[in-house]
């Protein structure tokens, strides 16, 4: 069944109206006529709503609201991933895959290895295609809100901005040691603890960049005796506090 995403004031109290380009994607991609189930969410009140299709105008869709449920697809805590910005087109694949998995939302870091050094021209326009693929992939994966991707921050923006908003800040290092410390900071993330998890580019952090994140208050972690690539480090912590969170 085919999710779409709405502002909340497109919700009425019997009816959904459906507009933009999903219009378009409904009418003339999918196909879709009357009769047919979707469901729909707007992020804002928590609910997921099941509805039928009643009328396909040119701009609107127009959809009869059957049910509606307290949404079960948000994981119980808020994980965002801190990405050091990878080469050619890896962050679109991290972006979706971190949406999949429940990422609340996508920080993109500037660090000192990172080798992609965007102008403000440049960014927009990545960021509104790193956006674009989170609405897909939130839609694929039948998630309630749509993760932000948000500016490009430098490294220290990043870590002043994760130890100021998220409960628990971990850095996965290659040089940290010490599993059995990993997995004991690991099982302290419950439900309702929030996560920020640092990953650098290809070429990892400096020294100097884990020493200050340290020094802010962020934990390095190790993730086993193999090297993980960028687009892989973040995926699998992400993995790992998906499986301990989502208890139902």
């Known amino acids: ?8 004031e497109q919700i009425g109290e019997k009816e959904i109206w459906i507009e933009g380009s999903d219009v378009n994607h409904i009418r003339n991609v999918l196909r879709m006529t009357p009769g047919e189930k979707i469901t729909v969410s ?40 801190f ?3 990878p080469k050619s087109d890896k962050m679109e694949l991290i972006i979706q895959k971190a949406v999949e998995l429940g990422a609340y939302e996508v920080v993109p870091m500037a660090t000192h290895r990172a080798v992609v050094k ?7 326009s990545k960021r509104k295609r790193w956006n674009a693929i989170a609405e897909s992939a939130a839609k694929q994966s039948k998630r309630t809100v749509i993760p932000e991707v948000t500016k490009v ?48 580019p290809e070429g990892g952090f400096e020294e100097s960049e884990i020493a200050y994140a ?15 690539r960028t687009e ?16 139902d």
């Open 118 to 124: 965007l102008d403000q021209k440049k960014e927009e």
């Open 1 to 8: 069944m085919y999710h779409f995403f709405v502002a909340p």
């Open 153 to 200: 921050f430098s490294f220290r923006e990043a870590v002043i901005y994760a130890v100021e908003t998220y409960d628990v800040c971990l850095i996965p290092y290659e040089c940290a040691e010490g599993m059995e410390q990993t997995r004991a900071i690991l099982a302290k993330v419950q439900p309702g603890t929030s996560v920020a998890i640092l990953i650098g």
């Open 214 to 228: 340290q020094e802010k208050g962020v934990h390095p972690i190790t993730l086993g005796h193999r090297i993980l």
């Open 232 to 247: 892989t480090a973040g995926l699998a912590v992400l993995s790992a506090l998906m499986l301990q969170l989502d208890l």
């Open 83 to 85: 990405q050091g910005l």
């Open 42 to 81: 707007s992020g804002a009140d928590g609910k997921e709503y099941f509805c039928e299709i009643r009328r396909l105008q040119e701009d609107q869709v127009i959809a009869e609201i059957l049910e509606q449920k307290e949404a079960s697809s948000e994981l119980p805590s808020k994980l965002a991933l």
